[in-house]
Structure formats: C-alpha cells, structure tokens
C-alpha cells in the first residue's frame, strides 16, 4: 500500500516520450490517472495508461512560455477536479561551445528548463495547499552536480533546479507538499542522441558507468513511484540520483 496510486492523479510534462512516457506509465502502473502536457501529442503514452484501465487526458502546452501554465493547470483539475503529482520532466538541451551560444538558445533552455517549472509548481501547489498536501517530482540531471561539455544554460538550468527544489521543499513542507528532485543518468533517449552518435564521448561515457551500460527509461520508474506515493512523506528537499553509479565513481 506505501507505493499504491490508486485514486491519484498526475500531471506529467513532456510525457510524448523518453523519460517523461516511461513516468507516466510506470505511474498508471501504480494506479494513477494521468494528464500529460505537452507540445506534441502523446497519443502511444495513452495507449499504454488505457490499457492499464486509468484514466487519460492530453493537454497541448508549448512550456517554453509561462504563457500556458494556467490553462495546463485547469485542464488538468478537469480530469478528476483534482491534482496529487506533478512530475516536471519537459527539458531542451543545447549543445555548443561556450564562445558560441547564443542569447535566444540560453533563454529558451532556462525558460522551458527553470522558468516554466518554477510557475506549474506554484500552480500545482496552490492547489495541493487547499486540497491538503501533494508531491512534486522535479526530473534534474547529474548537470545538477557536474559541470558538463558544452551545455553552459543546460547545466545552469538544471542546477538552478536542484536549489529551486530544496527552496520549495523548504516552504510547503508544511503544507504536506513533498517537492524532491530525480537526477537521471546518461538515458537512451532523444536528450542523449547527439552523445551516443559520436563513437568516442559514448565510449567514454560508458566507461565511467559502474553498471556498464545507459539508463533506459524504465529505470526510473521505482524512484518515480516512490517520490510519487506516501513511501516517501518524510522525504523532502531531496535530488536523487538514478545513474547507475556514475557520481559514486
Ligand atoms: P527527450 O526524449 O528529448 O524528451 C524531452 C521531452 O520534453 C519531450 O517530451 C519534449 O517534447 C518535451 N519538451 C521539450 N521542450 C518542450 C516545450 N517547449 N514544451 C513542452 N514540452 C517540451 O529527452 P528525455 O531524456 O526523455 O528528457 C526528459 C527530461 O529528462 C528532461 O528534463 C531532460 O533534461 C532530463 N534528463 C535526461 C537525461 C538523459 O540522459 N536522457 C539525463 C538527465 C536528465 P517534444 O517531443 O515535443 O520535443
């Protein structure tokens, strides 16, 4: 019963595919109904919560903007008229050398990646304050931690989230609002492609990874599910790792 869902619903960002499709299902599994959000349509993502029976609803939202963060908010309570979790997973990645980034590529990364996650949380705990309590599942990265290549607004961004994290925590803690975080690894997903076209950085990667092989999206279900239910309500602040040992090395 710690891990049961059953009765919850969940808002789950960028949930099309990757990590945020793997999410979404792994929280139907637990028994959750599921929104997701999203600038494209999520249509194999409802398939597999139809088949597990739970409830479905696909909301179209481009979260580089503010812009939607309401009305994803009032679609979603239209589902059940309520919201237990909400999973921020939509993420942009841009790659280039520091000397060339541009200003409109760094605005969009944090926009989509800080901004737009900062303002559904408050949307969401606005609501989770009247309704008694919630949980809030930041998706970070291990850029939360580590400087990376090339990705200067990724790792701002992402790092920026794992204090956001603990500052939310910190205030709505009170409240019964779990906010924690998830730093995924290096994850066989479109975020990664680039990496793992080029036969040297995925041959380095890979050497560094005490479980000798990528994350695939499923390997996050566990740590979704737990950050989700009621096994993890003296959890909070929390940015945790699923990497396959990779800060450990
Ligand atoms: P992905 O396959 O590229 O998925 C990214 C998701 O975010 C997609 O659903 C994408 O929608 C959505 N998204 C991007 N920009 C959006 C926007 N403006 N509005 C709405 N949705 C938007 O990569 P992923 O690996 O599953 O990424 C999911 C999260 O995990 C991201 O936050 C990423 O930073 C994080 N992460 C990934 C890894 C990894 O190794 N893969 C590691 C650490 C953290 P579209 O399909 O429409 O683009």
């Known amino acids: 019963m710690l891990f049961n869902l059953a ?5 789950v960002t960028g949930a099309n595919t990757g990590i945020g499709q793997a999410i979404a299902i792994a929280l139907a599994e637990a028994g959750a ?28 939202a481009d979260l580089s903007s503010t812009e939607p963060v309401r009305r994803v908010m009032d679609e979603a309570l239209a589902l059940n008229g309520r919201l237990d979790i909400l999973v921020n997973n939509a993420g942009i990645i841009h790659r280039a050398d520091s000397l060339d980034v541009v200003e409109e590529d760094w605005d969009t990364v944090m926009d989509t990646n800080l901004k737009s996650v900062f303002f559904l949380c408050q949307a969401a705990a606005r609501h989770m304050v009247r309704s008694g309590g919630g949980k809030i599942v930041n998706i970070a990265s291990l850029l939360s931690f580590q400087g990376g290549i090339r990705v200067p607004a990724y790792t701002a961004s992402k790092s920026a989230l794992a ?29 990664t492609a680039a990496l793992r076209a080029d036969p040297a950085r995925e041959r380095a990667i890979l050497a560094r990874i005490p479980a000798e092989r990528w994350g695939q999206p499923d390997d996050l279900a566990g740590a979704a599910i737990f950050l989700a239910s009621r096994a993890s309500d003296y959890v909070h602040g929390i940015v945790l790792p699923v990497d396959g040992g990779w800060l450990a090395r």
């Open 7 to 11: 009765g919850k619903t969940a808002l």
């Open 33 to 60: 109904d599921i929104v997701v959000a999203g600038r494209s349509e999520a249509a194999e993502t409802g398939a597999g919560v139809a088949a597990l029976g739970r409830g479905f609803l696909d909301v179209r």
């Open 163 to 191: 204090g956001l994290t603990r500052a939310l925590a910190n205030e709505w803690a009170a409240h019964g609002i779990n906010v924690n975080a998830i730093a995924p690894g290096y994850f066989d997903t479109g975020n």
